[in-house]
């Protein structure tokens, strides 16, 4: 994934808000990087760009070999679904889907899995993150970091090389949080490129590469 000149800017009235400014970065396989920057810094910003939720004024986006900025809104949820994993602060779960049935739902639009492979993969994932005793179990059922831990199962249900995590763990307590910085390094360590917006110092101790952004410009 490579961003070169990435600029934001929102055009209210006659005032023009810069909220990424000539952002360029590189990022690799195998890495944990992390991104922080004090509230209205632009990192939530960079972070949609980063997903294919938005689009820059003006830069390139790569992933591989692709400028993501030329594909339409049909590329742009295939690129999404083959290449990102979304890892969320609120968990976005659904309450009426067991645990195994919501780490499915990303392989629902994913004609490469078989129907009749969604469920043993799911499992699969799920032990992955230490939850083979809670496949069964509704969100309701479960703590916060299980759910966190769901979430990340879900984010690998296509297995994309891409992982992305706006505050994974900013309604978690240290215990918890400590745990999903562990496994989101092992996911790095394992070869997949991980990125994580975070407040939290502690994502200091994980992070192989460390970004701050201050209003709107990568400063480290």
């Not at 808000?17 to 910003?45: C, E, P, Q, R």
């Given at each position: 994934m ?7 800017i ?21 890495k ?7 509230s ?11 997903g ?7 830069g ?9 900025l ?6 742009l ?8 994993g979304?890892?969320?602060q ?5 309450d009426?889907?067991?645990a195994?049935e ?6 629902l ?6 129907k009749?492979?969604?469920?043993n993969?799911a499992?699969?994932l799920?032990?992955?993150?230490g ?9 309701k059922e479960?703590?916060g970091?299980?759910?966190q831990r769901?979430?990340i199962a ?17 309604n ?6 400590k ?16 990125i994580?917006v975070s407040?939290?110092e502690?994502?200091?101790e994980?992070?192989d ?6 209003k ?5």
């Amino acid at each position: 994934m490579n961003l070169e000149g990435i600029t934001k800017i929102y055009k209210l009235k006659n005032e023009e808000i810069v909220a990424l400014d000539n952002i360029s970065v590189n990022f690799l396989k195998g890495k944990f990087y992390a991104i922080m920057g004090h509230s209205g810094s632009g990192k939530s910003t960079l972070i949609k760009i980063m997903g294919l939720m938005d689009k820059p004024t003006k830069g390139k986006y790569t992933i591989g070999n692709i400028n993501v900025l030329d594909l339409n809104d049909d590329e742009l949820s295939l690129m999404r679904m083959k290449h990102l994993g979304f890892i969320f602060q609120e968990f976005f779960l659904e309450d009426n889907l067991k645990a195994y049935e919501n780490v499915m739902i990303p392989m629902l639009i994913n004609k490469d899995i078989k129907k009749e492979d969604r469920y043993n993969k799911a499992i699969e994932l799920l032990k992955m993150v230490g939850l083979e005793q809670r496949i069964n179990h509704f969100p309701k059922e479960l703590s916060g970091g299980e759910k966190q831990r769901i979430a990340i199962a879900r984010s690998l249900a296509n297995d994309p090389e891409i992982i992305l995590a706006d505050e994974p763990t900013g309604n978690l307590d240290e215990e918890n949080e400590k745990l999903i910085f562990l496994y989101l390094k092992k996911l790095s360590n394992e070869g997949k490129c991980v990125i994580v917006v975070s407040h939290s110092e502690v994502i200091k101790e994980y992070a192989d590469v460390v970004l701050k952004i201050q209003k709107g410009k990568l400063v480290s």
